[in-house]
């Protein structure tokens, strides 16, 4: 098997398991505040990546590398998981789960302002038409619903985009789930006080599908998830990779419909296939 092969089959399994990142943020923030939630995940991920950081054969980052990390921790440590939390304050998971259509588009610019990638000119052809289909969504049903939830998702798929682009860059010379690992370790210091300080006064009243939103979050979206993601855009090419997350809407919308028995309407389903179809045309052209 090739490497541009292990790069997209690491890069699907990446996707899978971040499909569930926000409807499983949504259960959660029903009874967790969102900067307890950020800093609660960051820090039990931490905590779990830390021993093996420690195994034997593990370099430490160069100072060189440093700058690089506090990219992915501000992206996706801390930007990301925030500004979602936020927003599912305001919006359901399904509802959200459109935005992430227009990942692929922000990644793959960001791959080619830092990762320098060149894909040829069809490439940005299907990744706009599927970016399009989840913009197009948007203006038409998505905005009315609250602007504060559509504007904290937009930013977030900005500095997501962007921590996603820096640490598969990253990942070529450092490894893929070393560069989540250093990343959570790096933020540890300011995010375990801040999960200690805004903890709730009592955790009696927390319900199970919090519980589990918070462990999902945690192990799965904030450690498992980006030890395939960042190896696949490393091995397949950052823009490349990147148009997988074209299917992550298709199946969180699944999962928000059967596990929060939230709404799916017909726009949505036709935003996600249409994003979804685009995906073959930009592989196609990614080289």
Known sequence: MD???????????????????????RAAVMDFDPVFLTAARASIAALLAAPMLLAPGQRRPTRAELPSLAVVVLGVVIGFPLLTALALQHVS??????????????????????????????????????SACVAGYAARGGIEASWVGDLAMLAA???CGLGYAEGARLARHLGG????????????????????STQPASFAPVSAPAWLGLAYVSLFSMLIGFVFWYRGLAQGGIAAVG??????????????????????????????????????GAKRFAA
């Open 3 to 25: 490497k541009t092969t292990q790069g997209w089959i690491n890069g699907a399994i990446g996707v899978l398991i971040f499909a569930g990142s926000l409807p499983a943020t």
């Open 93 to 130: 998971a399904a509802h959200s789960l459109v935005f992430i259509g227009l990942l692929p588009l922000c990644t793959a610019i960001f791959g080619v302002l830092r990762g320098g990638e060149r894909p040829r000119p069809a490439f940005w052809l299907f990744s706009l038409l599927g």
């Open 157 to 159: 798929i900005v500095v």
């Open 177 to 196: 789930w070393q560069v989540i690992s250093w990343a959570l370790l790096l933020a540890l210091p300011v995010m375990l006080p801040l999960a200690l």
């Open 243 to 280: 148009q997988l997350q074209l299917l992550q809407p298709f199946l969180g919308l699944a999962l928000a419909a059967s596990l929060l028995h939230e709404a799916v309407s017909l726009g949505m389903l036709a935003a996600t296939l249409g994003a979804v179809a685009c995906v073959a």
